[in-house]
């Protein structure tokens, strides 16, 4: 009933904003026809076509390179701030986790690689999507960024059940000598000072070879200070820097065949995380024996330098065959990625230490957690798609993939086996190893094998001049092994095989109608679905009893289904443009994310029923010559269906019908204004200044935390003369916050000048909130970058 009423809300919402915007755009036809020049037409290829963004129908954004340029876009967040729809959760650099229209688990860490994405991330025709760590690829010589909301599971599979991301390079160009040099230099606001060198050049080798070459490397400030024992201190932990670079060849021999290897390969170091601590049993105002510290904004407590790498290394092949009677496209994608994550986990071996009644010589024992995961991955599509320019017109393919992911875990903490004989009895050490290395309480072992193969295939019909019917749908076959072995005192000792497997059909249908020549409506009802899993054994030495009869019962879980109901109007004129479309999500089984308590462990579940409905909007005018402005947003209500309980019959980690889903703002938007100054300074061709501001609304990490007393944290660590009976009361509302980004360009012949200032007002946002081992060890809030300043050159030859 709950469903079915929120759904009529739903539509009727819908037909209001439908109407207003018609009557908007015959109005503002009327009044802008006088103006000579039409806003920017841009090229995508979202349905594996290139069509005009304006002609796809459904709902996509395209970012482009000048976009980019001009804001000074560096990442994914920076661009996706002015895109509806879309949330990042901030996690550092190759860590950022992306999900669209309220669509979301909440959030996913480190060691959790059995959970599937649920935005898709495409490097041109090359899937580069990994759970848990969504490549951070540099911007420069980019064309443009598409987002494409909503299910896009009929053309790109499963991980795009909220959408698909894709990065679109600029290719070789034949007989076209040109390249481009950046250089870039900024300062953080109390942190470090960072920049970047750049470099591109397109060179035709023959009349019919061409090569395209990228290299960067850039430098990131820090922003977070650590503290340590002894009152050791360090400024910006969090620095670190990126080098990669990407060559790509154009094969042409004739004007049927064309061919484009790659090869990628970037080098990712960041020094730490930007993460602030709220509590630390090491560093916290109730410690009398250790020296007792309240630490401030950007500021955490280490006893070991942390650090996050990514070796990624990309070889793909493009071909494209113009016969007579379809285009016929074949994609190879190699990807090999080694990422490790090495954290300090001194909080988390230093409370279980005292619960199993340790000396604090133990206690303060330095341990390092590492978390490393190695990735190889083959990919291959074959697809062949009509040309024509019959009525109908069709794509037909075939996809396949093998991902050999292994994922391991050790916890390095020299002396710790000793103090282990010592207190539990001599040769416990060795007893609980199972085979893994001596002063490491914990190991795990995770090697995956994941196949998938696909077929797909969609038409579509052009019923009349107006009407344009697509159909669609795609057949999928899923299979995957694990292995999980663990070792150690704090582990199961456990030696498992399992797995999980899936199979059946995601489909779309699509209608377009072209109310008249500016304005186009479009509806459809689209699948998408998210593969199910199988959760890692809880850490059953660490777990409270509570914990364990409330989180052991969770091992697998399910597919994840959604269906979505859409609705949205594009319109455009001379100088404007207007996209607004209304969706309701259905979502079955929805997989939710909770921390399993003490535990130090997270669960992945199922939730039967759960729905995100909302309105998105991107709107832009150009008012003058020089002024052009563009507002986007979304209003979002994500809530389960469903309620979901624990063996005592209590409602589970705030899974209530009618409670919030984590990670989602129910509000966002970004207001952007370009002026062009008329008369350009400084004998520049073109003078111009920008700002933006946006605007995240409130938000939740994981569901639990919307429950009434969840913010009132208890450690339960006696340590330091702490008793461990002390309360530290958190709000886990993450409040709503604003940034301001401004810019001023100098544009010449052959080269540009960029002055910017990006979060103006210094807005220390808190994105999520991190806890060690459910609060007992630490909590800590990821918080975003510091007001920085900074100033780009780029200069163009030819």
Not at 215 to 240: Q, S
Not at 337 to 354: E, P
Request: hydrophobic share 35%.
């Amino acid at each position: 009933m709950f469903k079915r009423n929120t759904h009529k809300f739903h539509l009727s919402t819908l037909s209001v904003a439908v109407m207003g915007l018609l009557s908007t755009s015959a109005i503002a036809q009327q009044s802008n026809a006088a103006q000579e020049e039409d806003v920017e037409q841009i090229i995508v290829t979202a349905t594996k076509r290139a069509e005009s963004i304006g002609d796809i129908p459904f709902s996509i954004n395209a970012q482009t390179q000048k976009d980019f340029e001009r804001s000074g876009a560096s990442n994914l967040e920076d661009v996706a701030r002015n895109v509806a729809s879309v949330s990042i959760q901030n996690l550092g650099p190759g860590q950022s986790q992306v999900s669209m229209r309220g669509v979301s688990a909440g959030q996913i860490v480190r060691d959790q690689p059995g959970v599937k994405e649920q935005v898709g991330v495409y490097l041109d025709e090359s899937v580069i999507s990994l759970s848990l760590f969504t490549p951070d690829l540099d911007l420069f010589d980019l064309n443009r960024i598409e987002t494409l909301r909503g299910p896009q599971g009929t053309l790109f599979g499963s991980g795009s059940i909220g959408g698909t991301l894709r990065y679109i390079t600029n290719q070789p160009e034949l007989n076209t000598f040109e390249g481009k040099f950046e250089g870039n230099l900024n300062s953080v606001s109390d942190g470090g000072v960072g920049g970047n060198v750049k470099g591109m050049i397109n060179l035709p080798i023959s009349d019919s070879v061409a090569m395209r070459a990228v290299v960067y490397r850039t430098e990131y400030a820090g922003f977070i200070d650590a503290h340590g024992p002894d009152n050791t201190f360090r400024e910006d932990v969090n620095d670190g820097d990126r080098t990669g670079g990407r060559v790509a060849f154009v094969i042409s021999p004739n004007d049927k065949l064309t061919i484009t290897p790659r090869i990628i390969f970037q080098e990712l170091d960041i020094n730490g995380f930007n993460r602030q601590d709220a509590f630390n049993i090491f560093a916290n105002p109730y410690t009398t024996t250790w020296p007792a510290k309240q630490l401030k904004e950007r500021e955490q407590y280490l006893f070991l330098e942390e650090g996050f790498s990514d070796d990624t290394l990309i070889a793909d092949l493009t071909a494209e065959y113009r016969a007579d009677i379809a285009d016929f496209t074949f994609v190879y994608s190699y990807t090999d990625r080694d990422i490790l994550v090495s954290r300090d986990a001194s909080t988390l071996s230093g409370s279980v230490s005292v619960d199993l009644g340790f000396p604090d010589a133990a206690v303060t024992l330095p341990s390092n957690l590492l978390d490393r995961t190695e990735v190889e991955q083959d990919t291959f599509e074959l697809r062949a798609a009509s040309n024509g320019d019959d009525a109908l017109d069709w794509i037909v393919g075939a996809f396949y993939s093998s991902t050999d992911r292994t994922y391991d875990q050790s916890l390095p903490t020299p002396g710790y086996d000793s103090f282990t004989d010592a207190t539990l009895g001599e040769g416990t050490s060795a007893a609980v190893a199972n085979g893994f290395n001596a002063d490491s309480p914990y190991n795990a072992f995770l090697p995956y094998d994941l196949s998938q193969l696909a077929i797909f295939g969609e038409v579509n019909y052009q019923v009349n001049d107006d009407l344009k019917l697509t159909a669609g749908s795609r057949f999928y076959d899923y299979e995957e092994e694990r292995e999980f072995i663990s070792g150690g005192l704090f582990a199961n000792g456990d030696r498992q095989t399992d797995g999980t497997e899936s199979d059946g059909f995601t489909s779309r249908f699509l209608g377009q109608y072209s109310l008249n020549e500016n304005v186009n409506i479009n509806a459809q009802v689209s699948q998408g679905f998210r593969l199910g899993g199988v959760n890692d054994p809880l850490n059953r030495s660490l777990c409270s009893d509570q914990d364990e009869a409330i989180f052991g019962a969770f091992q697998n879980y399910e597919d994840e289904q959604l269906t979505n109901y859409e609705l949205g109007v594009k319109s455009s004129g001379r100088g404007w443009s207007a996209n607004v479309s209304a969706f309701y999500n259905d979502i079955e089984d929805l997989q939710v994310t909770l921390d399993a308590g003490s535990c130090s462990s997270r669960v992945s579940f199922n939730v039967p029923d759960a729905h995100s409905q909302g309105i998105e909007f991107e709107l832009t005018r150009q008012f003058t010559d020089q002024l052009f402005f563009s507002l986007s947003g979304s209003i979002i209500e994500a809530r389960f269906d469903s309620t979901v309980v624990d063996g005592s019959g209590a409602v589970l980690g705030g899974v209530e019908d009618g409670n919030r889903l984590a990670s989602v703002p129910e509000e966002s938007f970004a207001i952007a204004l370009t002026y062009d100054l008329p008369q350009p300074i400084f004998s520049s061709n073109s003078s111009y200044f920008q700002g933006s501001y946006q605007y995240v609304g409130d938000r939740i990490t994981q569901p639990s935390d919307q429950v009434a007393g969840a913010g009132v944290f208890t450690s339960g660590v006696a340590f330091g003369g702490a008793t461990g009976l002390e309360t530290t009361e958190l709000d886990l509302m993450l409040d709503a916050y604003g940034t301001l980004n401004l810019s001023f360009g100098l544009a010449y012949d052959d080269y540009e000048i960029l002055i910017y200032a990006n979060n103006v007002f210094d807005e220390n946002a808190l994105l999520s909130l991190d806890r060690e081992r459910g609060g007992r060890a630490r909590l800590a809030f990821t918080t975003n970058q510091p007001r920085t300043i900074g100033a780009t050159f780029r200069y163009f030859f030819e």
